[in-house]
Nanobody
Framework: EAQLVESGGGLVQAGGSLRLSCAASGFTFDDYAIGWFRRAPGKEREGVSCITSSGGSTYYPDSVKGRFTISRDNAKNTVYLQMNNLKPEDTAVYYC?????????????????WGQGTQVTVFS
């Protein structure tokens, strides 16, 4: 059974940093692109990053570009999201997801597996 488990969320002051982890199991991790999404209170879920199956390409929307960095360790079946200079508007539940297509994918429907999410709260 495919499974994604996020960790690393928490409460942080604006300007601070957090590193989220996404541990995968039950599928061929090396073949999958991994994306991070978030859902803020009262808002739709949005993509905040994606990394290709090989790790050779990454994607960030303008809202997090320059502050967030995605990386993966295929030997550990884990993807990381380093979040720096956090802002109150980054407050959300963060989800990782796996897409079988391998390349950069930004649409939720392109992802097969989803984690349960981890809460990130940024206070000013």
């Amino acid at each position: 059974e495919a499974q994604l488990v996020e960790s690393g969320g928490g409460l942080v002051q604006a300007g601070g940093s957090l590193r989220l982890s996404c541990a995968a199991s039950g599928f061929t991790f090396d073949d999958y692109a991994i994306g991070w999404f978030r859902r803020a209170p009262g808002k739709e879920r949005e993509g905040v990053s994606c990394i290709t199956s090989s790790g050779g390409s990454t994607y960030y929307p303008d809202s997090v570009k320059g502050r967030f960095t995605i990386s993966r360790d295929n030997a550990k079946n884990t993807v990381y999201l380093q979040m720096n200079n956090l802002k109150p508007e980054d407050t959300a539940v963060y989800y990782c997801a796996a897409s079988p297509f391998g390349g950069i994918k930004t649409l939720e429907l392109e992802y097969d597996y989803w984690g349960q999410g981890t809460q990130v709260t940024v206070f000013s």
